[in-house]
């Protein structure tokens, strides 16, 4: 009677994780469907080709302009910036963490690092605005510092306490006795950690990166408060920019219900699901082939 109520609890907590995968993967597919479904009528009103090589945003005009080339630019523009900064800022973070930090400082610096986690958007974006911002305008000389640049440098902060934890969970779990045999031909604990660590790490590090990246290209708060919001191509990272998110966190809550607008932000919501979609299956694709590599 035991094993076959033992049984019974086993098919029943199978069916539960089944449920809930499948719920997951709904909620996913749902989404998914209302954005494009809002879309669709946007695109009914200005051709696919014009929403995507258009130059110009600007909806509230008579002529309506609905060109997401300048979103588009200034979301690549300030991501890239955050993580060519976080990148290697939070794999060599993890590195000494993991490698070489006495344990009485790795013990201090890891909670102090997760902190930054929970730091709020809303605050990291006002630091930009009192203390970022003008040291770059400083810096460069320029009359403003709400620019890509600004933006890049807070979105690197907010991406690496998830480049880090990913990272250092991944150089951990790289076997101790890969670094015992480097160690035993005469490399140094330096040699050993960049020729051999790191790289039977890789995958890992990887995922962290896309992890972090994801971070970066989603976010909203911080952008918005600290780009300059300005919806043109920008020419570098001195420049004012407006990112995807911000401008849908903008227009939505004062755009008219059902016009081609209200459905235009739709429209670059399902350009920036697809475009994060795409790094993550291009992230698995990667590291599943380094694992087998590694295998």
Same mark, same amino acid.
């Given at each position: 009677?035991?094993?076959? %109520?033992?049984?019974?609890?086993?098919?029943?907590?199978?069916?539960?994780?089944?449920?809930?995968? /499948?719920?997951?993967?709904?909620?996913?597919?749902?989404?998914? /469907?209302?954005?494009?479904?809002?879309?669709?009528? /946007? /695109?009914?009103?200005?051709?696919?080709?014009?929403?995507?090589?258009?130059?110009?945003?600007?909806?509230?005009?008579?002529?309506?302009?609905?060109?997401?080339?300048?979103? #588009?630019?200034?979301?690549?523009?300030?991501?890239?910036?955050?993580?060519?900064?976080?990148?290697?800022?939070?794999?060599?973070?993890?590195?000494?963490?993991?490698?070489?930090?006495?344990?009485?400082?790795?013990?201090?610096?890891?909670?102090?690092?997760?902190?930054?986690?929970?730091?709020?958007?809303?605050?990291?974006?006002?630091?930009?605005?009192?203390?970022?911002?003008?040291?770059?305008?400083?810096? @460069?000389?320029?009359?403003?510092?709400?620019?890509?640049?600004?933006?890049?440098?807070?979105?690197?902060?907010?991406?690496?306490?998830?480049?880090?934890?990913?990272?250092?969970?991944?150089? +951990?779990?790289?076997?101790?006795?890969? %670094?015992?045999?480097?160690?035993?031909?005469?490399?140094?604990?330096?040699?050993?950690?960049?020729?051999?660590?790191?790289?039977?790490?890789?995958?890992?590090?990887?995922?962290?990166?896309?992890?972090?990246?994801?971070?970066?290209?989603?976010?909203?708060?911080?952008?918005?408060?600290?780009?300059? +919001?300005?919806?043109?191509?920008? %020419?570098? @990272?001195?420049?004012?920019?407006?990112?995807?998110?911000?401008?849908?966190?903008?227009?939505?809550?004062?755009?008219?219900?059902?016009?081609?607008?209200?459905?235009?932000?739709?429209?670059?919501?399902?350009?920036?699901?697809?475009?994060? #979609? @795409?790094? +993550? #299956? #291009?992230?698995?694709?990667?590291?599943?082939?380094? %694992?087998? @590599?590694?295998?």
């Amino acid at each position: 009677m035991t094993i076959k %109520r033992r049984e019974q609890t086993d098919w029943l907590l199978k069916q539960v994780f089944k449920a809930t995968g /499948f719920v997951t993967i709904a909620l996913l597919g749902g989404i998914f /469907f209302m954005l494009v479904y809002n879309s669709i009528a /946007f /695109f009914i009103e200005v051709k696919p080709l014009d929403f995507l090589t258009g130059s110009q945003w600007d909806p509230e005009s008579t002529e309506s302009k609905y060109g997401i080339a300048p979103l #588009l630019v200034s979301t690549s523009l300030v991501t890239l910036g955050a993580m060519l900064i976080a990148v290697p800022l939070g794999i060599f973070t993890a590195a000494f963490l993991s490698e070489m930090a006495h344990p009485k400082l790795k013990n201090i610096l890891k909670p102090l690092i997760e902190m930054l986690a929970a730091i709020p958007s809303v605050a990291i974006g006002f630091l930009g605005i009192v203390l970022v911002g003008p040291g770059i305008a400083k810096i @460069f000389g320029i009359s403003n510092g709400l620019n890509a640049l600004n933006g890049a440098v807070l979105l690197s902060v907010m991406a690496l306490p998830t480049i880090i934890t990913i990272s250092e969970d991944a150089i +951990n779990a790289v076997p101790q006795s890969h %670094r015992e045999a480097s160690l035993a031909l005469g490399a140094n604990k330096w040699q050993t950690m960049f020729k051999v660590t790191l790289p039977a790490a890789l995958p890992g590090l990887i995922a962290a990166v896309m992890l972090g990246l994801g971070r970066a290209l989603g976010e909203t708060m911080t952008v918005l408060m600290a780009t300059g +919001n300005a919806a043109v191509l920008p %020419r570098g @990272f001195l420049d004012a920019v407006r990112t995807i998110t911000a401008t849908i966190a903008i227009e939505m809550g004062e755009v008219p219900y059902q016009t081609t607008h209200y459905f235009a932000l739709f429209a670059i919501a399902v350009v920036l699901f697809l475009i994060t #979609l @795409f790094i +993550n #299956l #291009l992230g698995e694709y990667f590291a599943n082939r380094l %694992r087998k @590599f590694h295998a």
